[in-house]
């Protein structure tokens, strides 16, 4: 927001956001459009956005202002709507915001949610050969603001559209926490029968380096040409534009904040690739369509499971705080094969008894590991043993986000003297029955 200096001196010559004016400075003079200002300037810089596409900022005392024309239109994102075609296969595309689903606003230069996914489809027509789509704007928020709430409101959504008979469903999202929603799809959707892919983008849709369209194209392939019975995540597979990683959704992870392929399989293989053509090559064993069923959303989620992170020094008293608050779950994210400090010179940092008490007390501790690849083994090491001894379930080769969505879920829809037997078998494809050194990818 701009001072109340500056704005008085915009008022006095009419001058608004959006209007074309002239900025002279000592010896040189710019031209541009008046842009607002924002928290990351001061409130007495000027900023104009110059015609070279850059925004420049001036000291409001340092410079003498003119108005020279009215606003500019604001470009706008064409949108496309399809025509429906009886030889294709119907699928719904579920609309939830982040980055596939972002612009850059012409008049501030800053990145914004588009509103109507339609002018996501603009750019790929060729899914008009793929399927008939059908749009959800279920809600536009970034994936980081997502809750366990929206995780069960897209799989109400996923449940209806496959029981109305879509072939299958294509989730758009951000990417921040997809790993987190897509394992929490996965085990929220019982019975399913369909493909259900999960799809987001690294980079905005109006940007040359943009991964959304591909992206998307791929999803799509895979919802209506696929007999994949799972939900999955699709994105790209290397940095080029050659191919997507069609990836479990429970064995998924982000794995860098801004490549392309970002997104990677832990302890598993792609279940396929799609190419940039929409050929699907499968790589790996996966659930396949059946006889059809009634897919059943089972949405609840206990919302007092937390995550906790061991480390030197780290202080075990974290998981009183967590029995304190009344949490009825921990996954802890160990070292190694899935070590906590236990040592008997400096009692002070064993979490030995605290697990211990906390598991009298009815709470579940899942143990995962922050190695990420490879899995958790309380058979090797005398420390383990005692951990285990103590109440912590080792997770196998679980993820610590898979580990800690599947034990909320758990919580919520299981009996509880179930949740502790559950929690170490597999249900989803999260839990795999050997690791190989092939499924270590970089």
Not at 108 to 121: F, N, R, S
Not at 195 to 208: C, E, L
Not at 263 to 274: E, G, L, M, T, Y
Request: hydrophobic fraction near 35%; charged fraction near 25%; proline fraction near 3%.
């Amino acid at each position: 927001m701009y001072s109340k200096k500056v704005r008085e001196a915009l008022e006095k010559q009419k001058i608004g956001v959006g209007d074309i004016i002239s900025i002279k400075t000592t010896g040189s003079e710019f031209e541009g459009t008046l842009m607002p200002n924002t928290e990351a300037n001061s409130e007495d810089a000027v900023i104009i956005k110059m015609k070279n596409g850059y925004n420049a900022a001036f000291r409001f005392s340092d410079i003498k202002l003119k108005k020279l024309g009215e606003k500019r239109e604001i470009p706008k994102f064409p949108s496309v709507k399809y025509e429906r075609k009886n030889r294709l296969p119907d699928i719904e595309l579920i609309y939830t915001g982040g980055t596939i689903g972002s612009k850059i606003d012409y008049l501030t230069g800053g990145v914004y949610m588009l509103t109507k996914p339609e002018e996501l489809l603009y750019e790929v027509p060729e899914i008009s050969e793929i399927a008939n789509i059908k749009v959800n704007n279920l809600f536009s928020i970034p994936s980081e603001d997502m809750s366990s709430s929206e995780w069960g409101a897209i799989s109400k959504e996923v449940a209806e559209s496959l029981n109305k008979g879509s072939r299958g469903v294509v989730i758009t999202m951000g990417t921040d926490t997809m790993h987190y929603a897509s394992a929490a799809i996965s085990f929220m959707l019982e019975n399913l029968n369909s493909p259900v892919v999960v799809t987001g983008a690294q980079r905005s849709s109006d940007r040359g380096s943009s991964d959304a369209f591909m992206n998307l194209y791929c999803a799509a392939a895979v919802a209506a040409r696929s007999d994949i019975a799972e939900v999955t995540v699709c994105m790209h597979a290397s940095s080029s534009d050659n191919a997507c990683n069609v990836i479990r959704g429970t064995k998924a992870r982000k794995m860098h904040s801004s490549r392309r392929d970002a997104f990677r399989p832990i302890n598993d293989k792609p279940i396929a690739q799609v190419t940039k053509d929409g050929e699907i090559r499968y790589t790996a064993g996966y659930n396949r369509i059946g006889e059809k069923t009634e897919v059943k959303a089972s949405t609840g989620f206990e919302q007092k499971t937390g995550i906790v992170v061991a480390h030197p020094n780290s202080d075990p008293s974290i998981i009183d705080f967590f029995v304190e608050k009344g949490y009825k779950g921990i996954i802890i994210e160990g070292t190694g094969l899935g070590h906590t400090p236990v040592s008997i010179s400096h009692k002070g940092f064993s979490w030995i008894e605290n697990i211990r008490e906390a598991s009298e007390k009815g709470i579940i501790i899942g143990m995962t590991s922050q190695c990420i690849y490879g899995r958790t083994n309380s058979s090797v090491y005398r420390n383990l043993r005692l951990l285990k001894r103590a109440g912590a379930i080792y997770c196998e080769d679980m993820t610590p986000e898979t580990a800690y969505v599947k034990l909320g879920w758990l919580l919520a829809n299981r009996k509880k003297g179930e949740v502790a037997g559950l929690l170490q078998q597999n249900l989803r494809g999260e839990i795999k029955g050997r690791t190989e050194y092939g499924t270590f990818l970089v």
